[in-house]
């Protein structure tokens, strides 16, 4: 059965940084992708930045710059350093993977910006 569990999240001020985790396990198959994405209240999921089991990233346009997505592959683990923090950016954070075609959700994260 294939887990995701995230880590990192927590209350910071605006201009801070704070850097999410996200590993999976359980599976015997390769990672597609692994992507980060989030819910503020009151408003649907978005995605906020995508890597490929290549290495290829997108982001959203309000974090391009201001966010990085990584991954290492050997620990089938995906991270996201978040710098220059706004308010806006404060919502649940959740991990998701794909294994063979098949998406994986973690619980989430809270990630809080205080202005």
């Known amino acids: 059965q294939v887990q995701v569990l995230e880590s990192g999240g927590g209350l910071v001020q605006a201009g801070g940084s704070l850097r999410l985790s996200c590993a999976a396990s359980?599976?015997?198959?390769?990672?597609?992708?692994m992507g980060w994405y989030r819910q503020a209240p009151g408003k649907q999921r978005e995605l906020v930045a995508v890597?490929?089991?290549?290495?290829?990233?997108n982001y959203e346009d309000s974090v391009r710059g201001r966010f990085t997505i990584s991954r290492d592959n050997a620990k089938n683990t995906v991270y996201l350093e978040m710098n220059s923090l706004k308010p806006e950016d404060t919502a649940v954070y959740y991990c998701k993977v794909i294994i063979t075609f098949r998406q994986y959700w973690g619980q989430g994260t809270q990630v809080t910006v205080s202005s």
């Open positions: 359980g599976s015997a198959y390769s990672i597609n992708s």
């Open positions: 890597i490929t089991s290549g290495g290829s990233t």
